[in-house]
């Protein structure tokens, strides 16, 4: 089964699209709180 995995995906493509994703999931993250704190900016302070 092992075998079949490393097949079908190279591990090491893996290991190096994990940064790319963490990148794009805080670039979407601090997108998010930015419009949340314009948007209720009086609100929380």
Do not use: D, G, R
């Not at 805080?26 to 929380?44: D, G, P």
């Amino acid at each position: 089964m092992i075998e079949t995995f490393h097949e079908l995906i190279n591990i090491e493509n893996i290991i190096w699209l994990f940064p790319v994703m963490f990148m794009f999931h805080a670039l979407e993250e601090i997108i998010t709180i930015e419009s949340f704190i314009t948007k209720y900016k009086k609100q929380i302070c």
